[in-house]
């Protein structure tokens, strides 16, 4: 009888180094090759595992809800139940608006982690984000805004809380989030709903900008309200011609009157005073071209590099808001809040505190300090010549019955048709709680298009921020 | 020289039995919190486990000693494909449990009817044909699924694949023609003679070669493999000459260059081994998508229900090895080939201690199927050799493979019941004694 056994034996040892040879390569898959595999494009755990989240919701500071999460085909989705009016803080998709920005406490990653929460409700969960935002404030911002293209930003000067962030033209989110169609009506719109102008449409300010000019000549000591200025209509300062709204001059006049009455000679003659380097030191003080960070993305403000050719005529330029100056509407209210905060620069701020599904408070948010631009004396004194403007100047428009307002308009040019109108104000000027700042593009004058929005959204804050 | 491995005894068995119950329970104790659904679900994966002990009882019927090995491993491989199961699908996990328990209850049956496992032997002609007439009876009339015709039934009531059944026919078959010729085979071997021996030889390769025939016109690239590895092994084992192997190799080789050449499907699954990342969202989506897996659970795994299973195509049967590296890491996969180990060593070991050539060369042929089956899927998973459609032995979803795989195991119990003396084997006697 034949034995197998050698055989077999052999046949054994055959198979065990097959198996032996799996066990490398699955250690080659599994350990040596896995960061490459989790690194691939073409894998779709990432984003998979969003989705097993419950996300949490977005409020306003009132309570409002804007962002609600939803079970959708056995997946979490946001809905938006308070509309139009707050698309551009929402955004209509996982990477728009502040779901991409709130992502990580929204859906409870890095520090919001809680492993041990998330077993007990039953499988992972995010926390609650409540904002800042004035949800009655933001609604009129965008119903004054409708029909018209421009932007409402509205600041608590003392903290740097947002309290408006609006945007027009805006879109129903839930639309676009649910159609093809409407997404790509929202896409080829010619007037760019999508744009969210408050911190990413970058304007040429205007005579807004003045604040600054007048800001850095009254710190520096080169001027008081009361320093004269000749304005003789057009006149050549630092080599470049420099044209005033009034074409026959303003005559013999105050830097205080030069503010009201909106005098760009005056002021591209102060900007001349105070040199190139005094201004760039100051734009670094005010961090005024920063982009913003309330959680969206924003743009970064322009200007033109003085020490380049003829920076001295551009500097000129530059000084009543012209030139290559560009900023955002959100640039523009952190300036202008700085004045209403003693000359303290904050960053605004839109996450008010971050709730976890059981209550408690994970995280509070508050302004990033950028520290002292200006004297608290210097932005006193501004303030008063600010108030000036809105109590016998161009912002008129904006005074409120029994409440001290100070502000200032902007007209500025446009190469791309009519002039963008602009409104930046504060009140009450003693104790200033709210900063407006409206622009509209194409609304020519500053005070007859933004300064009414500005008005209403100023008198609305002050009314409800109160309660 | 006729050593053994591990070798439990009676209650060693039971231990291990009530062991691998445990590790099923919190398994699926584990998926069930995971997926939120009530922890009690988890005790359903009992219905096996208990079918398991209530089994190892049930052979003890005649009180003769028997492997105390095998069992064991099974029940854990059947525990963790249900968990796995129940985490891809909980409908497909409840009617594998109903298929395990058909099994099992095949099993008994095959163990208690077959008096003596050597009675088989006169029917290897029989299982030979048969398994040749399923097979062309399916190639004629059988229904179609995922682009090949390998099923055979009624659409609704009962549906088969017969090339399972047919490996464990073929297995017999070639056990009983190498029991009976093989002594003629050596005496016919001439050393230094090239194909010396092919007189009884020839006719095995011509039957392989049909089968190969089949299996490529079907489409069913994995069995091909299949068939022609056994058959490897057994011509080695019968004649102890690697010239018959290398014979067949070349052969296949040549076949497997036509079939590239001549065949859209075959080409397809080449060009995708060899580049995956040229498709990745295509051809090349599945192979990625099981990488991206076993990646993605690295050393320990990302925890039972916690992976993602819904991105591999036929994660329940063919990628069901991906699901395991994910969810349990390079430890779970470690585990589960170690399992296939022990059960494949235990089946050439039961071959080694056979007292009877055919129980011998049964044992072998069963081993040599277990290991080609579960090095043809990991390789393939694993992108080592270009993936086929082959399930994992107890733990792929399907109701023929599962039961096949009973069988199986219960003709290597019948063996070392029948065909491994316990006089001479003292492993054995100690067994029995306790």
Redesign the interface.
């Known amino acids: ?2 034995d ?9 040892a055959i ?2 180094w ?2 032996v ?3 490398l ?3 080659y ?3 040596v ?6 690194a ?1 494009k ?4 990432q984003s ?2 969003l989705q097993r989240i419950r996300p949490g919701r977005v409020l306003t500071k009132d309570g409002v809800v804007i962002l609600a999460p939803q079970r959708q085909d056995g997946q979490w989705k946001f809905t938006y139940p308070a509309g139009s009016d707050f698309a551009h803080l929402t955004g209509y998709a996982p990477r728009t608006g502040l779901q991409y920005g709130l992502r990580e406490p929204l859906y409870g990653m890095g520090q919001y982690a809680d492993a041990w929460r998330d ?1 007990l409700a ?2 992972p969960t995010g926390n609650d984000v409540i904002l800042t935002i004035n949800s009655t404030a933001q609604k009129l911002a965008e119903e004054e805004l409708d029909g018209r293209r421009g932007a409402v930003v509205a600041l608590n000067p003392r903290t740097g809380a947002t309290l408006v962030l609006a945007s027009a033209p805006t879109y129903d989110p839930a639309e676009v989030s649910s159609s093809q169609e409407e997404l790509d009506l929202l896409r080829f719109d010619p007037n760019v709903p999508e744009l969210d102008r408050a911190v990413q449409g970058l304007y040429p300010p205007g005579s807004v900008f003045k604040i600054f000019t007048a800001a850095v000549g009254l710190d520096l000591g080169l001027v008081t309200p009361e320093t004269e200025f000749r304005c003789a209509g057009t006149e050549r300062v630092a080599h470049t011609r420099v044209k005033c709204r009034i074409l026959s001059g303003h005559g013999t006049l105050t830097l205080d009157k030069a503010l009201w009455a909106s005098c760009n000679i005056a002021f591209a003659k102060l900007g001349d005073k105070i040199g190139i380097d005094n201004f760039i030191e100051y734009m670094k003080k005010f961090h005024l071209l920063d982009e913003a960070n309330v959680g969206l993305p924003s743009k970064k403000g322009r200007m033109y590099d003085f020490r380049g050719f003829k920076g001295d005529a551009q500097l000129a330029l530059a000084s009543f808001g012209q030139g290559a100056t560009m900023l955002t509407p959100l640039q523009v209210a952190r300036l202008t809040a700085a004045i209403a905060n003693k000359g303290h620069v904050l960053q605004p701020y839109i996450i008010s505190q971050v709730t976890t599904p059981d209550k408690r408070v994970r995280m509070k948010g508050q302004a990033g300090d950028f520290g002292q631009a200006v004297k608290p004396e210097t932005a006193h004194t501004l303030a008063g010549m600010m108030q000036d403007v809105v109590e016998k100047g161009t912002g008129r428009v904006a005074a409120i019955r029994g409440v001290s307002v100070a502000g200032k308009t902007g007209s500025a040019e446009n190469p791309q048709g009519p002039a963008h109108g602009w409104f930046t104000c504060f009140a009450p000027v003693e104790n200033p709680q709210v900063v407006v700042t409206v622009l509209v593009e194409g609304g020519e004058s500053g005070s007859e298009s933004a300064g009414p929005i500005a008005r209403k959204v100023l008198e609305e804050l002050l009314e409800t921020q109160n309660r | 020289m006729r050593r053994t491995i591990i070798s439990p005894g009676r209650r060693s068995e039971l231990s291990l039995l009530i062991f691998s119950t445990f590790v099923s329970v919190l398994g699926m104790a584990l998926v069930c919190v995971a997926m939120q659904q009530m922890p009690l679900r988890a005790l359903r994966v009992t219905a096996v486990s208990a079918g398991f002990i209530l089994t190892a009882m049930l052979l003890q019927v005649g009180g003769k000693s028997r492997d105390r090995l095998l069992l064991p491993c099974a029940s854990l491989l059947c525990g963790i494909g249900i968990v796995v199961l129940w985490r891809i699908n909980p409908d497909l996990a409840s009617r594998q449990i109903l298929w395990m328990l058909l099994g099992l209850s095949a099993m008994v049956g095959i163990y208690l009817l077959v008096d003596d496992v050597r009675d088989l032997a006169p029917y290897k002609y029989t299982a030979g044909a048969v398994a040749l007439g399923l097979l062309i009876i399916t190639m004629v009339a059988g229904r179609e699924s995922h682009g090949a015709r390998l099923w055979l039934g009624v659409d609704g009531y009962f549906m088969f694949q017969p090339v399972e059944l047919a490996k464990i026919l073929m297995a017999l078959f070639l056990a009983g023609y190498v029991a009976e010729k093989g002594d003629i085979i050596r005496a016919s071997m001439r050393p230094g003679v090239f194909l010396s021996g092919f007189k009884h030889m020839g006719p095995l390769l011509l039957v392989v070669l049909f089968f190969l025939g089949v299996f490529v016109a079907q489409r069913d690239l994995g069995a091909a493999v299949l068939f022609l590895g056994l058959f490897v092994a057994v011509s080695y084992l019968a004649t102890g000459r690697k010239t018959y192997a290398l014979l067949s190799l070349i052969l296949f080789a040549g076949g497997m260059v036509g079939a590239y050449y001549l065949f859209g499907h075959v080409r397809q699954r080449f060009d995708i081994w060899i580049n995956p990342w040229a498709d990745p969202t295509g051809n090349g989506y599945q192979i990625l998508q099981g990488l991206f897996a076993l990646g993605s659970g690295g050393l320990t795994g990302v925890g039972l229900g916690h992976g993602f299973p819904g991105t591999i195509p036929a994660a329940e049967t063919d990628m069901v090895y991906a699901v395991i590296g994910e969810e349990m890491g390079l430890a779970g996969t470690l585990a589960v080939l170690l399992l296939y180990v022990l059960v494949v060593a235990r089946s050439f070991d039961l071959g080694m201690r056979a007292r009877n050539q055919f129980a011998s060369l049964l044992a072998t042929c069963l081993g040599v199927v277990f290991a080609l089956q579960t090095l043809v899927i990991t390789g393939g998973v694993l992108r080592l050799i270009p993936l086929t459609g082959i399930t994992m032995p107890f733990i792929s979803y399907g109701g023929t493979s599962i039961v096949v795989n009973f069988i199986a195991l219960g003709l290597l119990l019948a063996v070392s019941r029948d065909a491994v003396s316990e006089e001479t084997d003292p492993k054995l006697r100690d067994g029995r004694t306790d």
């Open positions: 009888m034949t197998y056994s050698p055989n077999i034996r052999k046949l054994l198979s065990l097959g198996f040879l799996i066990a390569v699955l250690g898959w599994q350990i090759m896995a960061p490459a595999l989790n691939s073409y894998n779709q755990r998979l595992a077993l039953g499988g």
